[in-house]
């Protein structure tokens, strides 16, 4: 499990680095989709047990929106939960690492296709420029 870990760190840090993203995610953005936190969760129990207060302040969700999401984790089995005298832990099962790591291969083939398609040209504006162009002659030849 520990060079699963080590191999999810080897292929997140340098997508963390290039797009200057904590663990890929920008906490303070107003809407965030189930994936994205799921993965913030895992994240946090990727090196050890957590309660869910350290959960809540990791994800930035409120109790009930963070139950609803361990009861649902611990369902599927991405998690498991440990009590520790007298207190709630859980922890990331190796099916959870794995979706994590699948996790971050879609973000980088994503991430990677979004700069792509930022440095080069949108194959849409070029097309869009040649229909405005016809629009502009076809209205030049009804106005003569």
Request: glycine fraction near 6%; charge should be positive.
């Amino acid at each position: 499990m520990e060079n699963y870990i080590r191999e999810l760190d080897l292929y997140s840090a340098p997508l963390r680095k290039r797009y200057g993203t904590s663990k890929f995610l920008n906490l303070h953005r107003k809407y965030r989709s189930d994936f994205e936190i799921i993965a913030l969760i895992l994240e946090a129990l990727k090196v050890e047990s957590a309660g869910r207060y350290v959960l809540m302040k990791h994800t930035g969700v409120n109790y009930a929106q963070l139950e609803k999401y361990l009861k649902t984790l611990s369902i599927v089995g991405f998690i498991r939960m440990e009590n520790r005298q007298g207190q709630a832990l859980f922890r990331v099962s190796e099916r959870g690492l794995a979706f994590l790591g699948q996790y971050y291969v879609l973000l980088g083939m994503l991430l990677n296709a979004y700069s792509e398609n930022e440095t080069r040209n949108n194959p849409y504006e070029a097309e869009n420029e040649a229909s405005i162009g016809q629009q502009r002659t076809a209205i030049r030849v009804i106005k003569k």
